[in-house]
């Protein structure tokens, strides 16, 4: 895993925490929320690759 990825995570995850912060004291909780999933679901997409190369390495290593 490259500290790249790492450090784009962190970045994803501070710039979605103001938006919530943001949007929560504005009154807008619903749309708060929304930033918050579509969060997630940026930074799963991310790791997606990472999971699939762990999996091939753990096939690989015990032959399967």
């Given at each position: 895993m490259d500290a790249d990825l790492i450090?784009?995570?962190i970045g994803i995850g501070l710039i979605v925490s103001?938006?919530?912060q943001i949007l929560s004291k504005s009154g807008r909780d619903e749309q708060a929320?929304?930033?918050?999933?579509?969060g997630i679901?940026?930074?799963?997409?991310?790791?997606?690759s990472e999971i699939a190369e762990l999996l091939n390495t753990?096939?690989?290593l015990f032959g399967i």
């Open positions: 450090l784009r995570i103001v938006a919530y929320m929304f930033v918050t999933i579509a679901i940026v930074v799963l997409v991310m790791i997606t753990i096939k690989d």
